[in-house]
């Protein structure tokens, strides 16, 4: 049986109809009026699991906006990416601790970062149907990972996430002073030397990328340390089935972020070599010097196709930005707040 909005498929068909329609009334309450991004998130996971999809699509054009309404820690921008808020400053703990199981002892230190502002990240990872509306002719999509537009948007090089910050930007109307890379050349960009202090769209520090998908835990996973929950939270190698599945499937961690472990492996800003782990102090801009197109940069969360070790909270990678593609790797935004 498939659990649907906390409760089996099967017993949700046994309530009364009465009894569904006050549910959905709750869930579609919850999404306008909760001022938390996590109960935001888990009243959208139950509208999709309860079959209202399309409620979910015209709630999110009724609600979007480009000012985030005073007490509210989420925002649903005018181009329809929902992003959770975090009031700076924060203190985000990152790396793991010795005794935690899989460790990868050479990049895991544990550290303090302090992010000294307030900043905001997508709740779902960037999709095909919202990047092919920046490059409608896409030469990966369709494929056979991803069946569907609302599939984690994959084989997107960093350069290529960094053009679609740049003219989801522009889309919004932000000046361009405040955007976030440069244009070396076609198909190549950098990040511009205040990019942390810009309001235009970027990628996430590996910093705020961690305290979000932790939300709030010191676990391996968001969850927890209970490989039994993995399924609910993560799409990995033992129920992904081979594919991409669609973006806030599963349940949301308690910060309302959804896919953070598993589904499609996300860059960050951030360059990274092996054995390079954080450094404690500031989060501050990265920007190696001279340029190099093809420079390493942290992916975190791990994918679809791997077992839930490499799924953990910790766990660093390095893709190359320039030359390394794969449909199991994406992106999710982030951006600086005033």
Not at 220 to 239: H, K, M, Q, V
Request: aromatic share 10%.
């Amino acid at each position: 049986m498939r659990t649907l909005g906390g409760i089996e498929q099967t017993d949700r068909q046994k309530l009364s109809p009465s009894l569904r329609d006050s549910c959905v009334a709750a869930f579609e309450s919850a999404f306008r009026t909760e001022p938390d991004s996590g109960a935001h998130s888990a009243a959208e996971w139950g509208l999709r699991s309860w079959g209202h999809g399309d409620k979910v699509r015209t709630l999110k054009n009724e609600l979007a906006s480009k000012e985030v309404p005073p007490g509210r820690n989420w925002i649903i921008s005018p181009s329809g990416h929902t992003m959770a808020i975090f009031r700076g400053p924060i203190e985000s703990r990152v790396g793991s601790p010795p005794d935690e199981p899989n460790r990868d002892a050479s990049d895991e230190e544990q550290v303090t970062r302090l992010i000294d502002r307030t900043f905001a990240v997508g709740t779902t990872e960037v999709t095909f149907e919202q990047f092919l509306k920046f490059e409608p002719d896409f030469r990966h999509y369709p494929n056979s990972y991803a069946p569907s537009p609302d599939c984690p948007a994959g084989a997107i090089t960093w350069h290529k996430a960094a053009e679609y910050c740049n003219w989801l930007s522009q889309e919004e109307g932000l000046p361009e002073d405040q955007w976030c890379y440069e244009e070396i050349r076609k198909y190549e960009m950098n990040p511009v030397s205040d990019y942390l202090s810009r309001t235009g769209y970027r990628l996430p520090s590996e910093a705020e990328w961690e305290y979000a998908c932790r939300a709030g835990s010191a676990a391996a996973y968001s969850w927890g340390n209970a490989r039994a929950l993995a399924n609910r939270f993560s799409w990995n190698i033992d129920n992904s089935k081979g594919q991409i599945w669609p973006v806030g499937s599963l349940c949301p961690n308690r910060f309302g972020l959804f896919d953070m472990h598993g589904s499609v492996a996300e860059f960050s800003q951030d360059p990274s070599d092996e054995d390079s782990p954080p450094i404690a102090g500031a989060d501050v801009e990265l920007i190696p010097d001279p340029y190099e197109h093809d420079i390493k940069r942290a992916e975190r969360g791990g994918s679809a196709s791997e077992g839930i070790n490499f799924l953990r909270s910790a766990n660093r990678r390095q893709a190359k930005s320039y030359s390394s593609t794969s449909f199991l790797r994406g992106f999710r935004l982030a951006r600086t707040l005033r």
